[in-house]
C-alpha cells in the first residue's frame, strides 16, 4: 500500500493547455514536497508547503497543501514542452531525524508542441 | 560549485555479481542518503550516511550495504545481485540538520542480466 497517491499516473497533453496532478494521503503530514524528474535526471525540489491550506506560486505552476495536511496538488497553467517531466510529491516520517524522504510513484506528464 | 556526482552514469552487470556506486556529495554537505528508482515508479529510500555511519535504513536486505569516508563521499555496495536490482540508484546530499532539502545527482542506471 503506498502512502502517497499520485493521479493521474499518465498525462499526455498539447501545449498551452492546463492541468492539476494530485498527491493524496490519508495521514498528516507536517510538510510535503514537490519535484520535477527530467529524463536522464534525478529530481529536482520544486516547492515544500507546510501550512494547511497554503498556496505556492513558481511562475506557471501553483501548489497547495490541502487545509489538513493530508493532500496536495500541482496546477500548471498553459503548459509548455519544457514541463515534461516525471512529477513527484514527498514527505518525511514525522519520527524522521534526516534525510529519509517516502516519494509518491510519480505523474508522468508529456507536453506536445 | 559542483552538485551532486554520481558514478558510474550505466553498469551493467550479471545477476550474482557484486557492484559498487560512487557519490560525491554537493560542497558543504554532511549527509548522504541513497535511494534505488524502478521503473516507472518513485524513489525508494536505501539508508542514510552521517559522520560515517549508517543512521537510518530502509526496507532493503543485507545484500544492500555502504560506506561514507571521512571527506563526506560514499559508496553504495549490493552483493548477489538479483535481476530485480536492475533501477536507477540516486544519492542526496544534504546538511545534518532535520528538514534540509536534499540535493541528488543523476544517478547509476544499473541493469542486471
Known amino acids: 500500500t503506498q502512502l502517497l497517491e499520485q493521479s493521474p499516473q499518465f498525462l499526455s497533453i498539447q501545449e498551452g493547455e492546463n492541468l492539476t496532478v494530485y498527491c493524496n494521503s490519508s495521514?498528516?503530514?507536517?510538510?510535503l514536497q514537490w519535484y520535477r524528474q527530467e529524463p536522464g535526471e534525478g529530481p529536482v525540489l520544486l516547492v515544500t508547503v507546510v501550512t494547511g491550506g497554503e498556496v505556492k506560486k513558481l511562475k506557471r505552476l501553483t501548489f497547495q497543501f490541502g487545509d489538513a495536511r493530508k493532500d496536495s496538488s500541482l496546477h500548471i497553467t498553459a503548459a509548455q514542452p519544457g514541463d515534461t517531466g516525471l512529477y513527484l510529491c514527498a514527505v518525511r516520517p514525522i519520527y524522521n531525524q534526516g534525510g529519509k524522504l517516502i516519494f509518491g510513484q510519480g505523474t508522468e506528464l508529456s507536453v506536445k508542441p | 560549485d559542483a552538485g551532486v556526482t554520481q558514478s558510474p552514469t550505466h553498469l551493467i552487470k550479471t545477476r550474482g555479481q557484486q557492484v559498487t556506486l560512487r557519490c560525491s556529495p554537493k560542497?558543504?554537505?554532511?549527509?548522504v542518503s541513497w535511494y534505488q528508482q524502478a521503473l516507472g515508479q518513485g524513489p525508494q529510500f536505501i539508508f542514510q550516511?552521517?559522520?560515517?555511519?549508517?543512521?537510518q535504513r530502509g526496507n532493503f536486505p543485507d545484500r544492500f550495504s555502504g560506506h561514507q569516508f571521512p571527506n563526506y563521499s560514499s559508496e553504495l555496495n549490493v552483493n548477489a545481485l538479483l535481476l530485480g536490482d536492475s533501477a536507477l540508484y540516486l544519492c542526496a546530499s544534504s546538511f545534518e540538520q532535520n528538514n534540509s532539502p536534499l540535493h541528488f545527482g543523476n544517478g547509476t542506471r544499473l541493469t542486471v542480466t
Open positions: 560542497s558543504g554537505h554532511d549527509t
Open positions: 550516511y552521517y559522520e560515517e555511519e549508517e543512521r
Open positions: 495521514s498528516v503530514f507536517s510538510s
